[in-house]
């Protein structure tokens, strides 16, 4: 292992992020879209790994929207939501592997070492075809934001890319909404094409990630973190991290702390450059990484040459 084996530092500051994404940081903050009132707390004592892990678990709380949750308790409702839990639907999932979307999987040849794992974690259109070498040809669960359920609807509905494994679908709320303030008002509204997708794909689970635990593990985020994060929620990334440590026993992430490999492609399937894809703009995305850097229980050899982080599972952390 040579000096230049640079990963990724878990002190991160903004300050080091190019002008134009600073920027965009600041106007985000002075924005506050989701009327964020959290106060920072001056001095707080950066915590230990081991006591990071326990917050998340302690705190952030993973639920899918069911038939009771209160405005879904209509008898209309009852025939779009799953009838089972997604504990249910997935049992006790063994290793699993959560793959970022990252332009730096391209040349990876990381396919059979994602496949080798009990459950996979994909994100939004990210796609299999084509690039099974690089990235694994099984999909277990496929978390997707409201953004493409509605503005991309037509895809959405028709790609077979989606008919595979469990679909979960997320929508930013604001910071201290109710359920129902949400539902009244959602950042995009996903709804009808969620009952249309229900309506002709009866068969695949599709849950509803309850929103309340995007603000919970943001609070963690912002605490832990030196100074003002963007006031919007976490990335699909960090929130399909934190989805599969608590359905799992161990979490392999690839490609969320960038290996060698790292590029401004955005996505391994586009050809699109963006620094911002890799570094945040409307997500907190430098600081999740900070996080997921500070918690990593794999090597830096490891982030450097196959660009995984690995977490344990909830269930194996002892507070
Ligand atoms: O762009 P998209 O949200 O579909 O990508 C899925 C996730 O992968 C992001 O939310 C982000 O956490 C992670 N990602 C990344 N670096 C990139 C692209 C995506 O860390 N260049």
Same mark, same amino acid.
């Given at each position: 292992i040579s000096d230049s084996m640079k990963v990724w530092d878990?002190?991160? =500051? /903004?300050?080091?992020?190019?002008p134009r994404l600073q920027k965009v940081r600041k106007n985000y903050l002075s924005m506050n879209k989701y009327n964020v009132t959290y106060k920072r707390k001056r001095n707080a004592a950066k915590l230990s790994p081991e006591k990071l892990l326990c917050q998340l678990r302690d705190r952030v709380n993973i639920t899918m929207i069911q038939g009771s949750d209160s405005p879904f308790d209509t008898s209309e409702w009852q025939q779009y939501l799953p009838g089972k839990s997604l504990n249910e639907t997935v049992g006790h999932l063994g290793h699993c592997a959560v793959v970022s979307?990252?332009?730096?999987?391209? =040349? /990876?040849?990381l396919g059979q070492e994602i496949d080798s794992h009990d459950a996979i974690l994909r994100f939004n259109g990210a796609p299999i075809k084509g690039f099974e070498e690089d990235v694994?040809?099984?999909?277990t669960i496929r978390l997707v934001n409201s953004q493409l359920v509605t503005v991309e609807e037509q895809q959405f509905q028709r790609e077979a890319l989606y008919n595979t494994g469990i679909l979960i679908v997320w929508d930013p709320a604001p910071y201290h909404a109710e359920i129902h303030e949400w539902y009244k008002?959602?950042?995009?509204?996903?709804f009808d094409s969620y009952k249309l997708y229900r309506s002709t794909h009866p068969e695949q689970p599709f849950y509803i990630l309850n929103p309340k635990m995007q603000w919970q593990l943001w609070d963690i985020l912002q605490e832990n973190s030196p100074e003002q994060i963007q006031p919007n929620p976490p990335s699909s990334g960090m929130l399909g991290i934190v989805i599969m440590m608590t359905l799992c026993d161990k979490v392999d992430v690839y490609e969320f702390l960038p290996s060698?490999?790292?590029?401004?492609?955005?996505?391994?399937?586009?050809k699109f450059h963006d620094r911002a894809c890799t570094m945040g703009a409307y997500h907190p995305l430098l600081f999740e990484k900070n996080l997921v850097k500070h918690i990593n229980q794999g090597t830096d050899e490891d982030i450097y040459i196959h660009g995984k982080a690995t977490l344990p599972g909830f269930r194996n952390v002892r507070c």
């Open positions: 878990k002190d991160s =500051s /903004s300050r080091n992020l190019i979307s990252a332009g730096s999987l391209r =040349s /990876s040849h694994g040809q099984k999909t008002k959602p950042d995009y509204n996903f060698k490999r790292q590029t401004d492609i955005c996505h391994y399937y586009q």
